[in-house]
């Protein structure tokens, strides 16, 4: 089991930025990767941004130069660096981890959640 506790959430204004956290513990050496994923009212949950073990990333082409997956191993937390916000960004930021088992299957956990609202 893995257990994600998210933080860093808030209301900040357009062009403003955020830093999200995301703690893990539990069975953490099993983790293939972690990321963040979001999802706005009305809309399906969406990927934001992933990082692997080895240290590769993934973004949304939406948010590709404007926010920052990173790690930090000793920590066993993942952060999620937003700059230049918008109000398309608003939207609960959760945190996922997850490990591929030996036929391919994908098992996930989610963090809690954590509002992000972009608004002046």
């Known amino acids: 089991q893995v257990q994600l506790v998210e933080s860093g959430g808030g209301l900040v204004q357009p062009g403003g930025s955020l830093r999200l956290s995301c703690a893990a513990s539990g069975s953490i050496r099993s983790i293939n990767a972690m990321g963040w994923y979001r999802q706005a009212q009305g809309k399906q949950r969406e990927l934001v941004a992933a990082?692997?073990?080895?240290?590769?990333?993934n973004y949304a082409d939406s948010v590709k130069g404007r926010f920052t997956i990173s790690r930090d191993n000793a920590k066993n937390t993942v952060y999620l660096q937003m700059n230049s916000l918008k109000p398309e960004d608003t939207a609960v930021y959760y945190c996922?981890?997850?490990?591929?088992?030996?036929?391919?299957?994908?098992?996930?956990?989610w963090g809690q959640g954590t509002q992000v609202t972009v608004s002046s």
């Open positions: 996922n981890a997850y490990y591929l088992g030996v036929d391919g299957t994908r098992y996930n956990y």
């Open positions: 990082i692997t073990s080895g240290g590769r990333t």
